[in-house]
């Protein structure tokens, strides 16, 4: 195995292990924010359901947390034992977030061991809740400081070269970069919307499997509330991504675009195939792409045509924009019918064909944050560090990545194996009716 | 006191942390797998999982701070360990993601099974085994320059008498480390049984522990001369480190104070493993890389250890807090309460 081969197959295990480790650190960050909203109104109402609700929530989560941990450990280790140089060069610069992540890391894990185990404990149930608020506080910095590292990749500033050392260097200018502000707020809401539909796809599927309990609508309401909010909250923040996108990285949005010549009224281009450079059966939405990189219909959007070939990312990156952004409206406009639909009283919410789809939605939801990464990501190719060092002066020089990448790949599809199987059984051997039953003997 | 001098410090200070709690953690599983073999299963598994619980999760994150901050201080320690690390640190990661999840995975799902006990025992000897090979690397030797590659050379890393006395040095300091801390624990709880059971556990390690402290020495002598002199040069951080150990065992012998036998533990390894790093100073790679020349700009130096002093300032009193609930709580120690979600 060459070196050529070496950089190939770090591509692809740090593709698996992020996309893998993705998976549960989106749940990671938003899950905590649910429990504690739901453990909050069953506090203020007194509703002994919505307390249950973030108790089963918490159950589940740990599992999850613990793939997302060691998962994460994975990652940060493989990008050094990956991309070396990368780390040697980035790292004079980008090491704080880095570090600062650490300690959102450290500081959630033990406030989420403190909550697991100090239910009923306290007399005064808020207080029990106040311990949730570091747990939810952590895991939304720690995603906050990674991204920042990422949103470095793209928007390297902070430093100079010079004589190819980085001089000069300024962390915090490092740090808010032009790429970060969206890119932050971006993953944070769509963090928030995945984890609201998975929790409301559970909640849907349990009402389609039979059970009429209360809990389970009150559940799904008050998710499928909070994936509303966030799914608005990501589509506009999705629309200032394109505009960042439009004025500093503008060969990521001309190839997710499919937008060959720089011109003035440019169109959007929906869905659609390539072959041979010739786009077929797509939709074409007038001015669109210059409403969207510059809010003005008339606006010059600068096209591919404008890039050396080896600066160009893959064109295939606009597949991956159609199904995020499909799915992301797609969700926002399923949560918009239920919601209104509940408040005015709308029979075909409660039907099962609208169940499923709600069921449909978390996976769905999940496939869309994939989607959104591996666009944002293959999207900065050729580079690593945009406009600084590319991929392939970053990687290893070790002939061993082929054989540690099937490693990492049976690691994960045990993990996933595991992880479905203790979740499906936690919650199948133990359902709401039983436990509420339980407890209500137990109470009072 | 220099940039370097303090990263390096707060560092290993951070190393030493993983090492005790990793070893208490590794350890447990070991016995815990061992008395299941024994058919003493019942004996030891509620203790463990009484404090193991709330804080495995800590455990892993102060070897995440660990790298991280290693390669954030000294960036160049990516490009020469990072090529070289590639298999043992991945083996290591595969060993501890397995054994993270299947922990909670039992402990949470009621994923249960004999033989999983069994191997999630031993993953947690062969952790510290893979992790050692970073010691036995950083003394130089065993990487060579290829065509402008760093390589490592197995052949010569396993053939090393060195190689195999850190291995087993790190096997009986996690076994010996780990008895003393559950003895204490166990009495604690006033579970009289596991306590004796422990008890013995840590008389039996305590003499292997520091027989094969003393044999890397000797290994050393021959393999890096340079660090053994200047070992010999700090030898009285080693006899402090020898005379806490025989306290400490004194202590457990005579059934007195495990509290103070553990502090006198820690006291022992921290000194012990201080003079290690004082004496290696001030490489990193031997001879290759030195904390000098690896050494992040100066900016970004300062930066970390500002958020290192916040950071610390958050966690010392989140801490003092889970100590507070669940080492020192007598209720859930008794396990009268189990406030389990």
Not at chain 1, 161 to 181: K, R, S, T, Y
Not at chain 1, 275 to 292: H, T
Not at chain 2, 135 to 159: C, H, K, M, P
Not at chain 2, 300 to 315: K, R, S, T
Request: aromatic share 14%.
């Amino acid at each position: 195995m060459g070196a050529e081969s070496s950089v190939w197959f770090s591509r692809l295990l740090t593709e698996l292990t992020l996309s893998f480790h993705i998976i549960y650190a989106t749940i990671g960050v938003g899950v905590p924010l649910m429990i504690m909203l739901a453990q909050w109104v069953g506090i203020r109402n007194g509703d002994e359901h919505y307390i249950l609700l973030a108790r089963r929530w918490t159950r589940g989560f740990v599992i999850t947390v613990a793939v997302g941990v060691v998962t994460g450990t994975a990652i940060g280790l493989q990008l050094s034992l990956l991309w070396p140089n990368f780390m040697e060069l980035a790292g004079n610069v980008i090491a704080l977030p880095l570090f600062m992540e650490t300690f959102a890391f450290f500081f959630e894990a033990i406030f989420l061991g403190i909550y697991m185990y100090t239910w009923d404990r306290f007399k005064n149930p808020k207080k029990h809740l106040l311990l949730l608020v570091p747990v939810a506080i952590g895991a939304s910095f720690s995603a906050i400081f990674i991204t920042i590292v990422n949103a470095f990749m793209n928007a390297p500033q902070g430093f100079d070269v010079v004589d190819g050392q980085l001089v000069n260097v300024n962390p915090l200018v490092a740090m808010f970069n032009p790429a970060m502000p969206t890119k932050v707020a971006h993953v944070l809401a769509t963090a928030y919307m995945t984890s609201a539909f998975v929790l409301a796809a559970i909640a849907a599927y349990r009402l389609l499997k039979g059970s009429h309990h209360v809990y389970h609508k009150k559940a799904l309401l008050l998710t499928m509330k909070l994936g509303l909010i966030f799914s608005i909250a990501s589509a506009i923040i999705g629309d200032f991504s394109g505009k960042y996108l439009a004025q500093y990285q503008p060969e990521k949005l001309a190839a997710a675009e499919w937008h060959f010549e720089t011109e003035k009224n440019a169109s959007l281009i929906m869905y659609g195939v390539l072959a041979d450079g010739e786009v077929k059966y797509e939709i074409r939405i007038p001015y669109a792409l210059s409403i969207l990189a510059h809010n003005n219909p008339k606006a010059e959007v600068i096209g591919l045509d404008q890039f050396a070939k080896e600066d160009i990312p893959p064109l295939y990156i606009h597949y991956l924009f159609d199904i995020m952004v499909t799915i992301g409206v797609g969700l926002l406009f399923l949560s918009l019918l239920f919601v209104i639909g509940t408040w005015r009283g709308w029979r075909f919410v409660a039907a099962g064909w609208f169940r499923r789809l709600i069921v449909l939605g978390g996976p769905l939801a999940i496939f869309a944050i994939e989607a959104g990464w591996w666009m944002a990501e293959v999207g900065r190719q050729p580079w690593i560090l945009r406009g600084i060092m590319r991929t392939e002066d970053a990687a290893t020089t070790s002939t061993h990545v082929d054989t540690m990448l099937l490693l990492f790949a049976a690691l994960y599809l045990i993990l996933a194996i595991g992880s479905i199987t203790v979740l499906t059984r936690m919650f199948r051997h133990n359902p709401v009716e039983r436990e509420l039953a339980d407890r209500g003997g137990e109470h009072r | 006191m220099t940039l370097e001098v303090i990263g390096i410090s707060v560092l290993w200070v951070f190393l030493f942390g993983y090492i005790m709690v990793a070893s208490i953690d590794f350890g447990a599983g070991f016995f815990n797998a061992y008395s299941t073999l024994t058919g003493r299963a019942h004996v030891l598994a509620k203790v463990i999982q009484r404090y193991l619980s709330p804080v495995w999760e800590v455990t892993n994150v102060f070897l995440v701070f660990f790298f991280v901050g290693i390669v954030g201080f000294f960036p160049k320690v990516a490009s020469y360990y990072g090529t070289v690390l590639l298999v043992p640190a991945s083996l290591a990661l595969i060993l501890l993601a397995i054994r993270g999840s299947y922990y909670a995975f039992v402990t949470y799902g009621g994923l249960r099974g004999k033989r999983y006990t069994l191997l999630y025992g031993l993953s947690g000897l062969l952790i510290p085994a893979s992790l050692s090979i970073v010691l036995t690397i950083s003394e130089g030797g065993f990487v060579s320059r290829q065509n402008g590659a760093l390589v490592l050379d197995y052949a010569a890393l396993f053939t090393s008498p060195l190689t195999w006395s850190i291995v087993v040095l790190s096997l009986t300091a996690v076994l010996y480390i780990s008895a003393v801390f559950l003895t204490w624990y166990a009495r604690e709880a006033r579970d009289s049984r596991a306590e004796a059971l422990l008890r013995r556990y840590a008389l039996l390690w305590a003499g292997p522990a520091i027989l094969t402290a003393a044999g890397i020495m000797v290994e050393l002598r021959a393999h890096n001369p340079g660090h053994y002199a200047r070992m010999l040069e700090v030898w009285w951080l080693f006899a402090l480190s020898l005379l806490l150990f025989g306290r400490s065992v004194y202590l457990i012998w005579k059934k007195r104070q495990y509290g103070t036998a553990f502090l006198l533990l820690a006291g022992q390894f921290f000194l012990a493993f201080f003079g290690y790093g004082l004496s290696h100073y001030p490489y990193l790679l031997y001879p290759y890389l030195t904390i000098y020349d690896s050494f992040t700009s100066e900016t970004m130096g300062i930066a970390l250890i500002i958020a290192f002093i916040a950071g610390l300032c958050l966690l010392i009193p989140s801490l003092y807090l889970l100590f507070r609930l669940f080492l020192f709580d007598p209720d859930y120690l008794q396990g009268k309460r189990d406030n389990h979600a």
